[in-house]
């Protein structure tokens, strides 16, 4: 049945792969901005326990950094690989990351929020 052999070629094969020697312009534009991106959320993972240790005023910013980090680790495969997988992994980091951060302006009534 061709629906199944599609699903089938979803879920388990590569979308894109990026090459050095066969990268265009926008392969390595997309590469370098993935690359960029997972930068920065791993920033904002350091930021986020830098003001855990300073202020230790709330026990889940561990978990709030662990999320931003895991956010840029999937960033940083996907300047490489780009898989139904990884943006399904991608969505659902996105997806927790929105609800922390939920949490966090209703505790905070958006005040003293960086």
Known sequence: MPGIDL???LWSETWWRFDRQQAGFWGWLYHGFNIFEGTVW?????LVLKRWRQRHRAKWEPWYALTFFLFGLTDFREAYVQSAPLVLAKGVIL????????????RTDGRDWF
């Open 95 to 106: 997806a927790l990351l929105l609800w922390q951060r939920h949490l966090i302006v209703r």
């Open 42 to 46: 791993c920033v904002f993972a350091a």
């Open 7 to 9: 699903i089938a070629f």
